[in-house]
């Protein structure tokens, strides 16, 4: 059973920073794509940005384009999602996912396991 824990959410204000983060206990997924993937109240879910075996980011929002980063340490078994210059439109849920059965990031958002997800609040 592959676990995994999201935390770093909370309040921030409109231009500040968090940084998220997403550590496996019960395995190792240095073979795995990971991304991050963003849920609004009343809004579908979408993707935010991914992140290959090999370290390769891929965005799936051209609106976090040079705001938000995706790093990995698979030494500490973490992701970390970087998020800069916030804005309140990026409120939502965030939920860390891993691709157990690929190391690239798919365009389809293929992921088959989820995290509960951070609250990320953007207000002042």
């Known amino acids: 059973q592959l676990q995994f824990v999201e935390s770093g959410g909370g309040l921030v204000q409109p231009g500040g920073s968090l940084r998220l983060s997403c550590a496996a206990s019960t395995f190792t997924w240095d073979y795995y794509a990971i991304g991050w993937i963003r849920q609004a109240p009343g809004k579908e879910r979408e993707g935010v940005i991914c992140?290959?075996?090999?370290?390769?980011?891929?965005n799936y929002l051209d609106s976090v384009e040079g705001r938000f980063t995706i790093s990995r340490d698979n030494a500490k078994n973490t992701v970390y999602l970087q998020m800069n210059s916030l804005k309140p439109e990026d409120t939502a849920v965030y939920y860390c996912?891993?691709?157990?059965?690929?190391?690239?990031?798919?365009?389809?958002?293929?992921?088959?396991?989820w995290g509960q997800g951070t609250q990320v609040t953007v207000s002042s």
């Open positions: 996912a891993v691709d157990s059965r690929r190391g690239f990031c798919s365009a389809s958002l293929s992921f088959d396991y």
């Open positions: 992140i290959s075996s090999t370290g390769v980011p891929t």
